[in-house]
């Protein structure tokens, strides 16, 4: 624990990276307490009498010669009730307490722990005397919102026998609740909360394979490039493609129990708007207000940027906290690219040798190391629980041959490319069809064909073999332009227009449009292509493709999901397809 | 009293090293009596045991290593903050040039000014109108918000920014009076300079403009100081005096190289096109101060204006902004040769809180609606001219041909305006509707019915 008397001193200070010596050198990623202000830091490396330490906050004032204070422990976040629907920074601070201690502005060197240690919370006990309990298994519950039950759990290294529990009551997260004896008679005491390290992974028993996929009520997702719980995906995209719409998209309407949404050198606004809206909005299944399964981490684009680096773990280990106690997790990180670049500005200030666009050699294996806590697993007790993380990229220059693109691609199994020219046409969410993919549709194939209708595979099938002969025909409407296209080939064109426009693409801030349940996303597939095999069937008679299109039957099919959002009945839909095929057919008879 | 240090260890570019330094702290300022007895001023920028690296703010030229005295004056660089800013002009360091002597400071601000915390933001959701068509019709500006000007050399964005400044007025509040502007100019010619303070002058704006001005010829850690100086009195007017503050930094370019510049001196490892890698952190640094903060009268609305390299939007420069602002005005190099004015090329524009800000209960019910069906048929246009070109215009089918004309249409009549023209919101939006109806009535699909029958004047289809 940090004294007062400490032989450690500052030597040298070049922005977030300060040099400390004045004893033997300190462990590695352990934290320190750094100047007379007491600055947050964690040491990054050491050598002979010298050790490295990042600080996470803004080293103006800091002199050298002042003192360092070593904890010797590495850097942890304490879990417990009290996370969901708050705001955190980087390193697991509250910001609404921050906010009422410092005021509008955030002011340096205030220590607050990550919960309110005074609240009481409201506690059931699972767990007696003389019960025999082991790591990960929950041992009390407390209502945390009206959407999650905070289930506390035994540390995983710990496990004994239960000693001097207390009865269900109100109780803070410090206060303990029960002791676990080992066999040695050691005592350790259970409180709501625990600490863990953020850079270390929290152990389960197993993994499991990822056979379902994170509803998302979102059409080009859901349909075309889902991604499976546990799983993990990558949207890279330039700026203004609309990256973090489709993160708050996903925050808001995907089926995951939990989200941990990390704003990760994003802008400020953006977090302001995510706890207003996500109050107000509530969630389709349960009617509560979404920020009631919501935990947000925000390290803004212009708070310090060695917080940035740390942030992604701290969200992680949130995830994976919830994850043990058998929740389905989604982590949104916005975006990865910040977090790089925070690594790579730091390891400019450390000499390192630089490797690709400077970017530290290590780059690759740190995205790894955070990719791969993703995933479905089977919990220290039993129970399935997942972490879904959902990764933006900011690529420099919309170029995806940079590195950080590059090596999360390596990482990741379902990729959403945004793409800037559909972006200037409105066109969203701006997910390209031709570059995207999703390695997990395979896997998840048994359980659509379960929920969404045996007849998925081959709609979507289809739909993507139209999609891509519109993009070759492309090429010959271009020089020559779609008049002289045969009508076969023009309803082709006619079709692919439909499915993008109608279906691709998706209004997020339309009341109906923002999220689509899976039925009617079937709906729409099966009433698109039940008009092209009608149309299909007109054209090969010799009827111009003209008549069926001036009946307005493709313009009303596209703007069929707004129908559908506000409750029609598909079949009223199916029944404009057929009488328009039907007028037209009649006309020609 | 202070020590004062005699002799400098090394000189190199814009910083100077003392050897046996003892109790400085990082970012405090220093002051530096040369030779012949004039004053330089410095901050500390690296610490390495004994040995101190200044940044020195006007240059090291005419600094020699032995006759060289360095007192450290124990605090970080402060601005002198008060309401006798307005009308006021300063030098990039906050020291004032217009011969009018120091204004009298209510207090003096550390320039780095910390971050808002998001939690105290307030959502801007406020729209200000400009007047300018394409800039109100689908790349609104909203109160709080930072929206560059991505532009090219010789392109007319001082002529833009100098008639946002005139014409902006907000919808439904009666506090034109608490109006103010910031003028930071950074490495801008002296004749740009005169453009804005003549314009301000003649518009009577002048008294409401604080400036802060950093000249092409000026030195560039000056340069890089001038934005913080020039925000921290944004903030200062905003959130103490309750101003409505938009501030007009120009060039972001200049500034950018300054900094380049200033990294490659204290020999950092070079980023994308030598840029430093933690340019993202220090533009955002700047960036980021603009917004409104809950319980706070006043607002900070940014308006960076950058010329982007070669007209390449995938520079750095303008990359990086783009990720950190609200969206960006993107002027074309195409519109100005066809002697539209002013030339925003509407499908790259954007604007990120656009969305939360119009409509219903903001601007007119309609305007989303006409916003996004202007991108999406205005986006249909490159595809018919692509192809006009290749098989002539008259080859075209009766739908390219449409498209041709509203392409035509609305960038002569709707985005073109003059330069003391200001539209109101209606007749913006009621001429983008006219242009509308040029289509057939289908080729509408991102609008429903229910707005088209009360918008839509065209007979076709």
Known sequence: METNNTPYYIYGINGPVIRVRGGRSLPRMSLVYVGEQRLFGEVVSSAGDESVVQIYEDSGGLSSGEPVFPTMEPMSIRLGPGLVGGIFDGIGRPLSQIERLAGDFIS????????????????????????????????????????????????????????DAVGDGNYTVVEPLAYVESERGERTPLTLSQLWPVRTPRPFSRRLPIDRPLVTGQRVIDTLFPVGKGGSAAIPGPFGAGKTVVQHQLAKWSDADMIVYLGCGERGNEMTQVLDEFRELRDPRSGRPLMERTILIANTSNMPVAAREASIYTGMTIAEYYRDMGYHVALMADSTSRWAEALREISGRLEEMPAEESFPAYLPSRLAGFYERAGYV???????GSVTVIGAVSPQGGDFSEPVTQNTQRFVRCFWALDRSLAYARHFPSINWNTSYSEYYNDLLPWYRKNFGEDFPELRERIIGLLNEETSLNEIVKLIGSDVLPDDQKLIIETARVIREGFLQQNAFHEHDTYMVPANQMAMLRLILHLYDGAR???????PLRQLVETGIFADLERMKFGLGEGTDPAEFEKQVDDALEQVRRANA | MRIEYTGLAEINGSLIALDDVEGV????????????????HGRVILIDGKRVVLEVFEGTS???????????????????????????????????????????????????????NPVSREYPQSCILTGISSIDATCSLIRGQKLPIFSGAGLAHNELAAQIVRQAHVIGTGDEAKFVIVFCAMGIKNDTADFFRRDFAESGALGRTVMFLNMASDPIIERILAPRCALTAAEYLAFDRGYHVLVVMTDMTFYCEALREFSSSKGEIPSRKGYPSYMYS???????????????PGSVTLMPILTM??????????????????????????LAQKGVYPPVGILPSLSRLMKDGTGKGFTRDDHPDLSNQLFASYSEVSGARSLATVIGEDELSQRDKLYLKFGNELEHRFINQGMYEPRSLDETLDLGWRLLSILPRSELSRVSDKVLDAHYTGTAG
Request: hydrophobic share 35%.
């Open chain 2, 309 to 334: 390299p070669g007209d390449d939007i995938s520079h750095p420069i303008p990359d990086l902004t783009g990720y950190i602002t609200e969206g960006q005005i993107v002027l074309s190099r195409d």
């Open chain 1, 537 to 543: 069937q007109l054209v090969g008679t010799g009827i």
């Open chain 2, 62 to 116: 005419g600094i020699d290593l032995k006759e060289t005295g360095t007192r450290f004056l124990g605090k970080p660089m402060t601005v002198a903050l008060s309401e006798e800013l307005l009308g006021r002009v300063f030098d990039g360091t906050g020291r004032p040039i217009d011969g009018l002597g120091e204004i009298y400071a209510e207090e003096r601000r550390d320039i780095n000014g910390p971050a808002i």
């Open chain 1, 108 to 163: 340096k060197g205030i220590n607050i722990g990550a919960l309110d240690e005074e609240k009481k919370w409201s506690v059931r006990m699972l767990v007696h005397d003389g019960d025999t309990v082991h790591g990960g298994q929950p041992f009390a519950v407390t209502e945390e919102s009206g959407m999650v039950e905070h289930r506390s759990m035994v540390p995983p290294t710990l496990s004994g026998t239960i000693r």
């Open chain 2, 282 to 296: 220090d533009l955002a640094s700047l960036y980021e101060r603009a917004g409104l903060i809950h319980g706070k």
């Open chain 2, 25 to 40: 702290a990082y970012d405090e300022l220093a002051e530096i009596t040369l030779r012949d007895g004039s004053r330089r």
């Open chain 1, 378 to 384: 089977d919990t220290l007790s039993d129970m399935e």
